[in-house]
């Protein structure tokens, strides 16, 4: 399994990023083909206090070839585009091998 790993700086205005966010983003990836699961993750801040990260979107794919399908594909392009007008100087993205290794108690 592959994720697109989306982080978020803070961005000036939460609310208005929100808005954009939950109300067209999401929505707008929700329709790429391949997507198996979303997860959000809102940053309470570091073990050293705060963080200038916001957001982490995590979209996760089959593998590599299906998350690039994905993001070429007209749902992807709508997406991206949203995404550059709205978050363009506030996100950081990179796609990441999922390894699930169990913890030892």
Request: net charge neutral.
């Amino acid at each position: 399994m592959v994720k697109l790993v989306a982080l978020y700086k803070k961005p000036a205005n939460q609310k208005e990023f929100d808005d954009n966010y939950f109300n067209t983003q999401l929505p707008l990836a929700n329709k790429m083909p391949g997507l198996r699961r979303v997860e959000l993750w809102r940053v309470a801040g570091t073990p050293m206090g705060d963080s200038e990260y916001y957001l982490m979107a995590e979209l996760f794919f089959d593998n590599l070839d299906a998350a690039k399908a994905a993001m070429a594909s007209p749902e992807g392009r709508a997406a991206g585009k949203n995404l550059m007008g709205f978050a363009k100087e506030l996100v950081y993205m990179m796609y990441a091998e999922v390894q699930e290794v169990p913890a030892t108690v």
